[in-house]
């Protein structure tokens, strides 16, 4: 158990020392099956990322720190682009080397699972899943609107290293964004 561990511990340290003096190559994650649903007066939103896994991600995925996806989603008004709703949430990951298993932690529905598989875990971490985002009523009648969903992942700390790892690197820097077309009120009721 103790080899294990210190296996684990080693390519862990091993990834980070990498991380640092290479430059890592990202990919240009986007957004795909994006939906707006209505169920009542609230308004549920669903999505997920794809091509954004790296091998270097997949490495950090596996060193047993906590990544963090932010998503932040606005309902935007045609008129002044103003935002009329928002809600921003957080997905962790967490790999853990004492069970062999990984945790996903969607802050949407407050709820953490457990997986054994890690492409598995990867596709739960970086999806959205009826994800309540607003009530109808903030919506006027005769106006249009568009969602934008985007997001994105805050610079690491790492125990030993005093310089911060910034995420977006494994993204080449670029904040993936979807913008769905304009549409009405009555066009989500019907």
Not at 58 to 67: A, R
Not at 100 to 123: G, I, T, W
Request: with cysteine; proline share 3%; aromatic share 14%.
């Amino acid at each position: 158990m103790l080899q294990f561990l210190a296996d684990k511990v080693g390519a862990g340290a091993l990834f980070i020392s990498q991380l640092l003096l290479t430059v890592v190559v990202g990919t240009e994650p986007y957004f795909q099956d994006v939906v707006l649903e209505v169920s009542g007066d609230r308004l549920f939103c669903s999505g997920r990322l794809v091509e954004s896994f790296t091998p270097d991600l997949n490495l950090l995925l596996q060193s047993g720190d906590t990544v963090i996806i932010h998503f932040e989603v606005d309902l935007v008004s045609t008129t002044n682009d103003s935002v009329v709703a928002r809600a921003n949430w957080e997905h962790q990951f967490r790999y853990s080397l004492l069970e062999d298993n990984y945790y996903v932690y969607r802050s949407e529905h407050d709820r953490q699972e457990q997986f054994y598989n890690f492409e598995q875990a990867k596709r739960e971490w970086v999806k959205i899943e009826n994800a309540f985002f607003s009530r109808m009523r903030v919506m006027d009648d005769d106006k249009a609107y568009f969602l934008r969903i985007s997001a994105f992942m805050e610079e690491m700390d790492m125990p030993g290293i005093t310089k911060k790892i910034n995420l977006m690197s494994f993204w080449n820097r670029v904040r993936p964004v979807h913008v769905s077309e304009p549409f009405k009120k009555t066009q989500l009721i019907l």
